[in-house]
């Protein structure tokens, strides 16, 4: 399995659709999987440190597994199957091991929550996956970077710098877009 984390959680500007977008850790490689809105927002929340008042379903689930003497081990995203992604939460409870399936989005919302590790089946980056070239993509935990030094610095705009949305706009599929990410 290839370790990934969450790098980003992007929001289509045409349709509001949510897209998770995980970064493999010794790559440029990444795998933007489309999730639903309340679960994008239980990842960021989670990311950004923030406490709801109440239990959300992630956090209920987290506290069940360990009021049950488990522990979450990781989770991992282990297939692709007619565009839709599958996930695992493995949980390590009073020596054995236990295999939970889920949707991504779920199991990275609890990932983020419990700490773990997240990993990718090395078929599904291989289908789905998509290569970065360092010199196209802006790292988002830096800040600095993505402002140009100056107020007048203009970024240069041409066919080659606008190829990295071109490669990530052909895999998606527009004809149905029920059909681009993971079903519930």
Do not use: C
């Amino acid at each position: 399995m290839i370790r990934v984390v969450v790098d980003s959680i992007r929001v289509s500007l045409l349709t509001q659709n949510r897209v998770v977008v995980l970064r493999e850790t010794d790559s440029t490689r990444y795998l933007p999987i489309w999730i639903g809105p309340f679960e994008a927002e239980a990842i960021a929340m989670a990311i950004q440190g923030h406490e709801p008042q109440r239990p959300l379903t992630h956090d209920l689930l987290k506290s069940l597994v360990g009021d049950l003497g488990g522990q979450i081990s990781h989770i991992f995203v282990s297939d692709i199957q007619d565009s839709t992604f599958y996930a695992r939460i493995v949980i390590e409870q009073q020596g054995r091991t236990i295999e939970v399936d889920a949707r991504p989005s779920d199991a990275i919302a609890l990932a983020v929550r419990t700490e773990v590790p997240i990993y990718v089946e090395p078929h599904v980056l291989e289908q789905a996956g998509v290569y970065f070239d360092e010199d196209e993509q802006v790292s988002p935990q830096d800040p600095a970077a993505t402002e140009p030094e100056t107020p007048e610095a203009e970024p240069e705009v041409n066919d080659e710098s606008l190829s990295i949305f071109r490669d990530f706009i052909n895999t998606l599929n527009l004809d149905d877009p029920g059909q681009g990410g993971e079903t519930s």
